[in-house]
């Protein structure tokens, strides 16, 4: 597509396609496809390659002074290539002269390359076929539902100014993706040992402005929802490793996808009756159960939120148990329920941690300017995490032992000006703190099973976050951590508001290593 000047639709607008996705395999012409023995699961996966929709090597370039791509509709889904995808693949793409995505600031989505992206319905079926389902049919089910999650490879977006209005803006907005669930970009590809390594790069990104979630790639990023991946009841599951290799189809995942900034702004707004939304960071806004790596953000100037704030992310949280996808607590909970050994739980709640490894954010270049995170809605009720890297870390793990150079230390933010929260700032972190074991989801009677010391040692430290290699670099003349909310302007009666720390604001439960401050 080339001289592209605007595309505008009620719910789906794309520079490419407005939808784009595979659709649900089971009623592919009408057939009841669980319906056929799973022993015929080959066949199955024939059929699911031979309706797969892709893109390989296509180009969406706008006119001189850039194309616009917008929706109408309260939930609309606008992309620089693709509105909605469900399922879909991408690789080898070129957009460029991308001036503007918008969507509603209510619930619309949008993103630099897709709107909103989910993994699609594998099959459909009701609970008397899948009760019968066993561990050794479901792990080739796997090779159904893990060829439907989206998959975005080799990517380069070019955006062009849109003078002091956003480039992106929605009630979800991010750089690459509005809404991303159970994407994988560039992840399976690079760190499959045997394809060749691919990218994606997002130059010439000014200013994301989302409602409640921004950031500069990607608004909001959660796992896909497990137990209904496929509209499967996994209830015949008896193995974790059969459980862990389920829920790993179903996280968010992205490598070696790097953004460019332009004097950078990212901003939510937050919904006022609502004050917990409104999460921004200068990569990722709200991250659930995500990975990332080897993915920069550079020439960052601000970041702002009510809720949580951050250089790189707004909030990282891992998937739990109780909470691994909106209705995953079901699935997982009948299946914690038969699982004996702790260390066995532990191995499936660490899977579920985020994870960052190898990824910093730096602020701009100039005299006198850097970056500067803030996060304060203005009024009494509000939340406010701020950090320099994260606004609020729920267990997970950081790391960036890959970037540190001549054998120092890794480094997670750089050029850093300014840190200010309402509750909590951080030059890396405002709130960093330990998962809750309760999370593992009442239903599952689990913790009665708490008889080994050493069971219940490795349970506690699948929620403990563990940052290595994070240290936080300042401008020349050095940076400031403000609090500006005290205890009595807090209606939560939180006893640790109003706590600021040049590398973490409040931490309880953390792991800290080969970590420094420099220039506060």
């Known amino acids: 597509v080339t001289n592209l000047n605007s595309v505008t639709a009620g719910k789906c607008a794309g520079g490419f396609a407005g939808y784009f996705g595979s659709g649900t395999l089971a009623n592919v012409g009408g057939i009841k496809l669980l319906g056929l023995p799973l022993l015929k699961i080959d066949s199955l996966l024939s059929v699911g390659q031979m309706i797969e929709t892709f893109t390989v090597d296509s180009t969406v370039s706008g006119v001189s002074s850039g194309y616009s791509v917008s929706t109408g509709n309260e939930k609309g889904y606008s992309g620089g290539f693709i509105g909605e995808c469900i399922s879909g693949r991408a690789r080898d793409t070129k957009i460029s002269n991308l001036k503007t995505v918008t969507a509603s600031a209510t619930s619309g989505k949008a993103g630099g390359f897709a709107g909103f992206a989910k993994a699609g319905d594998a099959l459909s079926a009701g609970d008397s076929t899948t009760s019968k389902l066993t561990g050794i049919e479901l792990e080739n089910l796997l090779g159904v539902v893990s060829a439907l999650r989206p998959e975005f490879n080799n990517t380069s977006i070019a955006y ?148 949580h704030a951050g250089g790189y992310i707004g909030i990282m949280r891992s998937g739990s148990a109780a909470e691994a996808g909106d209705a ?12 004996l050994s702790l260390k066995e739980l532990a191995s499936v709640l660490q899977a579920a941690s985020s994870k960052i490894t190898n990824c910093k954010v730096s602020g701009i270049k100039k005299e006198n300017e850097g970056l500067t995170v803030i996060a304060d809605r203005g009024s009494d009720n509000a939340e406010g995490y701020a950090g320099g890297f994260v606004g609020e870390m729920q267990s997970g793990h950081v790391d960036n032992s890959a ?118």
């Open 160 to 307: 062009v100014s849109n003078g002091s209005d956003p480039q992106v803006s929605a009630d979800m907005a991010g750089g690459f993706v509005g809404d991303g669930q159970a994407v994988d970009i560039n992840y399976g590809n690079n760190n499959s040992g045997f394809k060749a390594d691919t990218d994606t790069n997002i130059t010439g990104l000014s200013y994301i402005k989302g409602t409640s979630y921004a950031g500069g790639f990607a608004g909001r990023l959660m796992p896909g929802d497990v137990a209904q991946t496929g509209s499967i009841k996994l209830l015949g599951l008896l193995n974790v490793t059969q459980l862990l290799s389920v829920m790993d189809v179903a996280y968010p995942r992205i490598s070696d996808s790097s953004i460019e900034g332009n004097n950078l702004v990212v901003t939510a707004s937050g919904k006022n009756d609502d004050v917990a939304l409104g999460d921004a960071g200068g990569y990722i806004g709200n991250g659930k159960a995500v990975m990332v790596k080897n993915s920069d953000v550079t020439n960052v100037k601000k970041v702002t939120a009510p809720y």
């Open 328 to 339: 995953t607590g079901d699935l997982l909970n009948s299946v914690l329920g038969k699982i």
């Open 403 to 520: 970037n540190a150079v001549d054998s120092g230390k890794g480094m997670a933010v750089e050029n850093l000006l300014k840190v200010e929260g309402l509750r909590y700032a951080g030059g890396f972190g405002g709130l960093v703190k330990a998962g809750a074991v309760a999370e593992i989801g009442a239903k599952s009677s689990i913790l009665t099973k708490l008889v080994d010391l050493t069971g219940l040692l490795s349970l506690v430290n699948a929620f403990v976050p563990v940052i290595s290699n994070a240290s936080v670099n300042s401008v020349e003349k050095g940076f400031t951590v403000t609090v500006t909310g005290t205890l009595e302007k807090d209606s939560t009666n939180d006893q640790d508001t109003g706590s600021a720390g040049g590398f973490i604001g409040c931490g309880t439960g953390v792991q800290i290593s080969n970590s420094d401050v420099n220039k506060l």
